[in-house]
């Protein structure tokens, strides 16, 4: 017995199969590049990562397909591919799942397991979708930073902590220093709104307190990339 032919491939792909196996990665990860682009919420949005995620699950598909079942094939991809440094970073979790999605979507094309790649990447791509348009895990807290100037009197404080009951439903004092020499102080409220339309409007009545200067609101997220 010629142990040699364990590590063969079963049988030769003709370029039918490669051309298929080729169309149906590129198809699947449009897919998930599509799904990702429609229920992308961040701030630095790349379009260099969407290339990315479709020509990756390709070029996948392409080392499955060289590699076979041969042994020494794979050992051979698998050193060439350790010289390589792959040093771009992934902030958010998120995006590395689309890529993990989209490189074994290619795995599976390349190993003409179809039925596995086109249910898995469709339900994949039905769950992000699902989870994007759902409420689950999402905190709506509307959360920000209100700064003014108002003499260092107790009088105006109370009137913007009165304004701040109406419009917010919690607020604290996180910061409080002089200014213009000690004669006003500077008051920094992390508030938490009741409604984002509130924001024009705790300004305005903030503005209409009786020696308030300069209010300003800071809206926030929770994560921000910096």
């Known amino acids: 017995m010629d142990f040699s032919t364990v590590f063969e491939s079963a049988r030769i792909m003709n370029s039918l199969d490669i051309f298929t196996a080729m169309l149906a990665a590129f198809v699947l990860c449009m897919w998930h590049a599509a799904v990702y682009r429609w229920t992308f919420q961040g701030f630095s949005y790349s379009r260099s990562f969407i290339h990315a995620m479709v020509l990756g699950g390709m070029v996948t598909a392409m080392l499955i397909m060289a590699i076979g079942n041969n042994l020494a094939r794979g050992l051979g991809i698998l050193g060439t591919l350790a010289v390589i440094r792959f040093r771009t970073p992934i902030r958010d979790p998120r995006d590395m799942i689309f890529l993990f999605a989209a490189l074994a979507t290619?795995?599976?094309?390349?190993?003409?397991?179809?039925?596995?790649?086109?249910?898995?990447?469709?339900?994949?791509?039905?769950?992000?979708?699902?989870?994007?348009?759902?409420?689950?895990?999402?905190?709506?807290?509307?959360?920000?930073?209100?700064?003014?100037?108002?003499?260092?009197?107790?009088?105006?404080?109370?009137?913007?902590?009165?304004?701040?009951?109406?419009?917010?439903?919690?607020?604290?004092?996180?910061?409080?220093?002089?200014?213009?020499?000690?004669?006003?102080?500077?008051?920094?409220?992390?508030?938490?709104?009741?409604?984002?339309?509130?924001?024009?409007?705790?300004?305005?009545?903030?503005?209409?307190?009786?020696?308030?200067?300069?209010?300003?609101?800071?809206?926030?997220?929770?994560?921000?990339?910096?």
């Open 106 to 226: 290619g795995i599976a094309c390349g190993a003409t397991v179809y039925m596995v790649a086109i249910v898995c990447s469709f339900s994949v791509g039905l769950a992000a979708l699902f989870l994007h348009f759902s409420p689950f895990a999402s905190r709506r807290n509307f959360e920000g930073l209100l700064r003014f100037n108002a003499p260092p009197e107790r009088e105006a404080q109370e009137q913007v902590e009165e304004v701040l009951r109406k419009y917010c439903r919690e607020f604290s004092l996180v910061a409080m220093r002089e200014a213009s020499q000690g004669e006003a102080c500077e008051f920094a409220y992390h508030v938490q709104l009741r409604d984002p339309s509130y924001r024009t409007e705790l300004v305005e009545a903030v503005k209409r307190v009786a020696m308030v200067e300069d209010p300003t609101l800071l809206m926030h997220r929770a994560t921000v990339e910096l």
